[in-house]
């Protein structure tokens, strides 16, 4: 019997590839670029997609998808990429990759924390540089952790594995999400992002990118923080304004900062190269072996159990489909 045909949008790590081998016939775009324009004409003929943070799925290209695609799959826990509803207009699920990777990007929320904290980028580049000079009982003194209020904006799986992590930093944990989260228990609940960050000595954005969090950190809100406080980002670059996140390291509101996600990826605005008491890191928050293999399995057996055993797997981010789903549109391939 045929496999159903795969649209795999950038080379994945060999044993989701092998998963992936073994239940479709793959068609794999080989280019390390991401597929941009090339999405259309390659999903030509296939039954499922499974595509990146990096490729957008807006109402304009759900249009134009062959209707031979039946299922989605996103590499990737955010799903800002992809317009559901128009997905669900068209009667294809789609699945995400949520929990696999939720270790990783707290273990990168905690890097970016102590590397800010601690200005421990600009002490490597001056070793690396030979400018290390003598020790010295004035130079690189950062702030430690210990007995900060960390102040976490989405309290999610993710946000969780942050404040569970801190705990053994002795830090005092404290969130701001929309309703109290039923697992947050013992950490401080703030009913509103500005409250939050009046009491935040060390404040995460782990929020996802969503109509109503887009653009929420601005000048007005930075300017509430505690002067010289930590400042870190592993969710998505679209929260930040990042004119006014500049102005506050510059002016030293912000006191450090640490970043994974900006605007524009991977075109970062040039002024953050420029920044003192500043980690950055090009969005690697997922990247460990264990997620990636994680998310590559998560994203090949959704699709697989939905389009081989006619199954509805827990990922989906558009249930509602599910029931839409007609004789007409819910052909085997
Ligand atoms: C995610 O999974 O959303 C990560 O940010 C990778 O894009």
Request: hydrophobic content about 45%; some cysteine; proline content about 8%.
């Amino acid at each position: 019997m045929n496999h159903p045909a795969l649209l795999i949008t950038r080379r994945l790590p060999e044993p989701v590839l092998a998963l992936a081998r073994a239940a479709f016939d793959v068609k794999l775009w080989p280019h390390d670029e991401p597929i941009g324009v090339q999405l259309l004409p390659w999903a030509q003929g296939c039954h499922a997609l499974l595509v990146m943070a990096t490729d957008r799925l807006d109402a304009a290209l759900w249009q134009q998808l062959p209707p031979t695609v039946q299922a989605v799959s996103t590499y990737s826990v955010g799903h800002d990429h992809i317009d559901l509803t128009a997905a669900t207009a068209r009667g294809v699920p789609v699945f995400n990759t949520p929990d696999v990777l939720s270790d990783a990007v707290a273990e990168t929320a905690l890097l970016l924390m102590l590397s800010a904290a601690r200005d421990a980028s600009a002490a490597e580049t001056t070793l690396r540089e030979r400018r290390w000079g003598p020790w010295s009982p004035t130079r690189f003194l950062g702030r430690q952790l210990t007995g900060q209020r960390l102040g976490i904006y989405g309290m999610g799986r993710i946000g969780l594995g942050i404040a569970q992590r801190a705990l053994g930093f002795g830090m005092q944990v404290q969130y701001h999400n929309r309703t109290v989260h039923p697992d947050a228990n013992g950490f401080v609940y703030h009913p509103s992002l500005e409250s939050l960050m009046a009491h935040s000595d060390v404040f995460c954005v782990c929020a996802p990118s969503t109509p109503q969090t887009r653009g929420a950190i601005n000048a007005e809100r930075l300017a509430l923080l505690p002067h010289g406080a930590v400042f870190v980002n592993i969710a998505r670059g679209d929260l930040i304004d990042e004119d006014a996140l500049i102005e506050a390291i510059t002016s030293g509101q912000v006191g450090a900062a640490g970043l994974d996600v900006y605007r524009n990826e991977p075109t970062i605005d040039p002024r953050f190269l420029e920044l003192p008491r500043t980690t950055l890191l090009p969005h690697i928050g997922s990247a460990t072996h264990d997620a990636r293999n994680g998310m590559g399995r998560l994203a090949v057996e959704a699709l697989q159990a939905f389009l081989l055993n006619q199954q509805r797997p827990a990922n989906c981010l558009n249930p509602d489909v599910f029931p839409m789903r007609t004789a007409e549109t819910a052909t085997r391939p």
